[in-house]
């Protein structure tokens, strides 16, 4: 093994901006209308706006709890891109999601995922979601997810 | 009895937005509920590999669950998801993807519900849910 890389990597973030707006073009983002709110090292943000026919409880005008799944799961997807941005596509593994609070009907609700391990192949997150707190969650949401190396350079994937 | 099942059944998909905005759909034989989501351009996660969002599957299966739930119990109010934890196995492709929950328990308070989803066979499911949901007319707040 050559020992060479022990330098804490720069963030690249022209390059995981570049990844991002690619992962935004996903068809079901561009369907439910999310929209990209920015990334740092190893962190990712996104937005869900309201809408009424993402409604999962008509009695309450609630968001349905699927809407934040996905807004979750592609938050986490954006925090590995942060954390890797010359990485290929990445998969989800699992993700447990506990439900602390109804969205709150009519409100906007962000995601924010954060890329706390990165393995070789495996990336592990934490994510929550919320209207204005973040100390005042919605959802929080624990993940691990696959992932193939930068797709330019050889090898399997 | 099963007509009344039918009847909570379809409500539930014609009152609920999102599931239109799945386009999920539901079958029942007597107690057994299958869920289907057909596919659609739109559910895609990721143009090039034409794979269903992991979100969609999710949020398919977590409908599945309160599908089942709102079949089983007759309530005012629909159930609320407390926890969930999803593994995903396989790709979902571009085929019509189906779902099934099992209501492992169903207390005062809380059910459990396991659902499994697949899509060409039953024995190679794509992904598995399990979760707790609070039953309506319980909660305090």
């Known amino acids: ?157 | 009895m099963s007509e009344a099942r039918a009847e909570r059944l379809a409500a539930l998909l014609d009152a609920i937005p999102y599931i239109r905005f799945l386009g999920m759909r539901a079958e029942l034989a007597g107690d057994e509920m299958t869920a289907i989501l057909p596919f659609a351009e739109r559910l895609v996660g990721n143009a090039s590999v034409p794979a269903l969002h992991g979100g969609v599957v999710g949020a398919f299966m977590e409908m599945t669950a309160l599908a089942q739930l709102a079949i089983a119990e007759p309530s005012m109010r629909q159930p609320k998801a407390i926890d969930v934890t999803i593994e995903y196995l396989r790709p979902a492709k571009r085929f019509t993807t189906f779902a099934r929950a099992d209501v492992r328990k169903s207390g005062r308070r809380v059910a459990n519900v396991h659902v499994e989803a697949w899509q060409e066979e039953r024995s190679a499911p794509v992904a598995f849910l399990r979760g707790h949901f609070l039953l309506s007319g319980t909660s305090g707040g």
């Not at chain 1, 590995?80 to 010359?86: C, E, M, R, S, T």
């Open chain 1, 1 to 157: 093994m050559a020992a060479m890389t022990t330098t804490a990597p720069v963030f690249d973030e022209a390059k995981a901006l570049e990844a991002v707006a690619m992962m935004m073009q996903a068809p079901q983002i561009a369907a439910l209308g999310f929209q990209f709110l920015g990334v740092e090292p190893s962190v990712g943000r996104m937005k869900a706006p309201y809408r009424d026919d993402l409604v999962g409880d008509p009695a309450t005008g609630v968001i349905a709890g699927g809407v934040v799944t996905t807004l979750l799961d592609h938050t986490c997807a954006l925090a590995i891109k942060a954390a890797a941005p010359g990485s290929g596509p990445s998969a989800t593994l699992d993700l447990r999601i506990d439900y602390m609070r109804p969205a709150r009907p009519y409100r906007d609700i962000i995601a924010r995922a954060h890329c706390y391990h990165l393995a070789h192949t495996v990336a592990f997150l934490r994510a929550t979601a919320y209207e204005d707190d973040p100390a005042d969650p919605v959802a929080t949401a624990q993940g691990v997810f696959v992932f193939s190396g930068p797709p330019a350079t050889g090898g399997g994937a």
